[in-house]
């Protein structure tokens, strides 16, 4: 599919795909004028809160609404006894991963309770203030049951079944067992074993989940304000459990406060807000609080694992062995699976290098906290991590630097495409190239001069590297094949208005990350306008083409080849009905700056603008026979692989204080991979973002429980999060290899931060403090664990 001639869309000197144009609705953001779900307000609405259950496990023995009833302003009181008629209930499997079970989920708890904050009675009441001050006058009367609460030990013969009905508490596992990985270890130089701890955390969206429910009972229509990441998705989902038409479900997602793959998964609470206003027959609003937030949003990255891995005396890598175990809580979450995360680690550990001896054992296990599913990166960082520390570790034993391991264990550039020991399929990468431009970059020879005159002076500073591998623009093998009506596809309409300006509706939504803005730029350089001459449209699916939305680094990929592919049918029919207009051959035409004119000497012949005119308001000057079309529709779905891989190498220079234990991130960079770059500046915020988020997994942010199953730091008080004053200045450079299997060749880059971040500070950590002999692998690295392994505590 891929098109380079030297006059591609993506080469002409008109091409706005390259340059860092600025997002076109930073200016409303910037004046507090976006909408957000909590600032919309409908006719006759109600505000939901709800009675969340105080224990980890517990029966439900009895529940007394009758005081919050009396309350005035009360409108309804329901449990999941009054919503059974309303809603069905899901359950989060799919069929590609091969045994996988969970138990039925339903909007309010129906009998038991199986995490802290899991949703009981939902009020209805004309503000939020009544709905929670009867939420208060609630009585639940339960009978506490054993908590499950400890992964490592869910599956023994002694350990509580949380769901009796699936027999035990696996959710999910397993197996890999690729060459022959005991003689590859047998006949090893070296071979290096660590167990790795990672620790639950979550994302802090600006905007929590939010969603108002609006059915009108006459026409059996239900319209779903959301702010949430796929709207095609939902629409499915909330028609199929309440029971109605999808071509009568609308969901409008207008500006979104972040999102990290919070947004794609099915909550309890928002059903029970869908179930409600079914019932009522009126709108029904639930804004999720901070409290709220930290209990019920899916957390991630609750992972212990063991590895080891082996080399040969020149630092080559030739086996990989991994037992992998993960706590997810009481469900797999509907629909994409707590399996998913598991399933990229084990696919992804050691993923840039050649070895072909490869064995995993990953296990998922429900438990008693609350539930675990897809985050930003989805078992990248997991991945990246264990095999990272590993080749450092052995490098250290080898008395090798790390970078030249690397390079030595690196697939062969001549080898793609390359089918891994886990059976991914990777595209043509660039892992030693994008490495040696980052040891170039950061001037490694240098800091490693200026690294041994510190050490000499009591001044531990560190280096770490990670190289890394991004799942991105998944294919339909990925969720298709699974049963979930998730759109691997995704499309764009696009029109000349009679102004000349472009309309461009697109189905990847906009969540910060700069959709409307790169849709812009591939919109205007295929047509052949300026960016700010486009008006871009998503999040409404009444509107726009039916699409996947925003998830998996797939916005630009596959969204982005959609816009190309529409915006070059518009130019085509632009310029037939010019050519008529003009009595000139189309191809003798050309669309510069938003006029038509001659392709070889640029002269002027029309503007847009005056050939809108004629066609929607002057079709009787228009020559006979002519039916101008100026609207245009493409899809695109990538089927050459099940994913563009992308690949970055990351480094990290930090120093340690062996005193207090206090790290001091120093200075960052990222070489990156994303195939077509088409705003530089965008692709740059995201990867900064990207790279704080990792770091505030590898420092500051875990979910910390009780061995009861209480979340004991949910609030913004107690639960850390990266700030900007501690965070070092981030450099980001790029390698360019588009991917063959589209025109605009653009891979994903959203998550590739995520992914690199907590590996190579892990590493650099481990490099500060490799002359006193300690050394980390349980994350986050907070000060109290560096001076344990410093032994001063």
Known sequence: MNDRSAMSVLDKPNSYIGRSV???????????????????????????????????????????????????????????????????????????????????????????????????????????????????????????????????????????????????????????????????????????????????????????????????????????????????????????????????????????????????????????????????????????????????????????????????????????????????????????????????????????????NYRVRARVVFQNKGVMCQYRGVGHPIAVAVGEALIDKGAAALGMDPAEVRRRSFIPDDAYPYTSPSGAIYERQSHRQSLDKLVAVMDYEALRREQRVLRERGIYRGIGFASLIEVTNPSPAFYGVGGARIASQDGCTIRLDPTGGITCATGVTEQGQGTETIIAQIAASAVGVAPGQVRVITGDTDVVPYGGGTWASRGAGIGGEAALQAGKELRRNILEVAGAILQSAPESLDIRDGEIVDAKSGNERMPLAELGRLVYFRGDTLPEGLQPELVATKHYVSRSYPFAFTNAAHACLLEVDVETGLVKLLKYWVVEDCGTVINPLLVAEQTRGGVVQGIGAALYEECLYSPEGQMINGSMADYLLPMAAEMPEIFVDHVTTPTETSELGAKGVGEAGTAGAPGAVMNAINDALGPLDARLSHMPFTPDKILRALGKT
């Not at 026409?219 to 304000?225: C, Q």
């Not at 609470?269 to 209990?295: C, H, N, Q, W, Y």
């Not at 694992?305 to 005396?313: E, I, L």
């Open 22 to 356: 600025p997002r076109p609705n930073a200016k409303r953001l910037a004046q507090g004028r976006a909408t957000y779900v909590d600032d919309i307000v409908l006719p006759r609405m109600v505000h939901l809160a709800f009675c969340r259950s105080p224990y980890a496990h517990a029966e439900i023995l009895s529940i007394d609404s009758t005081a919050a009833l009396a309350l005035p302003g009360v409108l309804r009181v329901v449990t999941m006894a009054d919503l059974q008629d309303y809603c069905t209930p899901w359950v989060g499997v799919l069929d590609h991963l091969k045994g996988i079970k969970s138990a039925p989920q339903w909007p309010l708890a129906n009998g038991k309770a199986f995490f802290q904050g899991e949703p009981i009675v939902a009020v209805a009441a004309t503000s939020r203030a009544i709905a929670e001050d009867a939420v208060d006058l609630i009585e639940v009367d339960y009978k506490e049951l054993p908590p499950v609460t400890d992964m490592e030990t869910a599956l023994d013969p002694d350990t509580p079944v949380i769901h009796p009905e699936l027999g035990d508490n696996l959710c999910f596992e397993r197996s890999i067992d690729s060459g022959d990985v005991d003689a590859a270890f047998a006949e090893a130089a070296v071979v290096v074993e660590e167990t790795f701890h990672f620790n639950r955390h979550t994302g802090v969206t600006l905007e929590p989940r939010s969603i108002i429910c609006d059915y009108n009972p006459a026409d059996e229509t239900l319209t779903l304000h959301m702010s949430v990441q796929c709207p095609h998705m939902s629409k499915n989902l909330y028609a199929k459990h309440l029971g109605l038409d999808e071509d009568k479900v609308r969901v409008i997602c207008k500006d979104v406060g972040g999102s990290f793959g919070l947004k794609i998964h099915t909550y309890s609470d928002e059903m029970a807000a869908g179930a409600l206003t079914v019932m009522l027959g009126r709108p029904v609003k639930f804004i999720a609080d901070r409290l709220e937030s930290f209990t019920t949003d899916i957390h991630a990255r609750d992972h212990r694992v063991t590895a080891k891995m082996a080399f040969t005396q020149d630092g080559e890598i030739t086996a990989v062995e991994m037992d992998d175990i993960t706590g997810i809580g009481p469900y797999s979450v509907y629909p994409r699976t707590s399996g998913i995360e598991m399933n990229q680690v084990a696919n992804l550990t050691a993923g840039p290098y050649k070895h072909l």
